[in-house]
């Protein structure tokens, strides 16, 4: 599976339309919407959305080593910290 993404990426987005400086959160949605078993990851640290499928990590640079303890699973978080899930979805998404 990990080449099917890696594919998918290169293929339909061979230019950088800003998803690594302001977009991230956007690619991770068109990630999980061609792979709707993946999870959308939150950098806690980094401030950046990724896409987690199979215990690997995409943005779109292609497969990414974050940090595992700094990532939260974007869909719950707000259930750990409604204040910051809140300001993120004002300050970033909206």
């Not at 339909?12 to 990851?41: H, M, Q």
């Not at 896409?51 to 750990?80: A, C, H, M, R």
């Not at 409604?82 to 909206?94: A, L, N």
């Amino acid at each position: 599976m990990e080449e099917i993404i890696l594919d998918f990426i290169r293929r339909r987005f061979s230019i950088d339309c800003n998803w690594l400086s302001g977009n991230c959160y956007y690619f991770a949605i068109i990630l999980k919407t061609r792979f709707p078993d993946g999870i959308i990851c939150y950098d806690l640290v980094q401030g950046h959305f990724i896409f987690e499928y199979e215990e690997k990590f995409y943005d779109w640079s292609g497969e990414i080593q974050p940090i595992i303890n700094d990532l939260v699973d974007w869909e719950s978080y707000w259930k750990t910290d409604y204040k910051h899930f809140s300001r993120i979805v004002r300050d970033v998404i909206m």
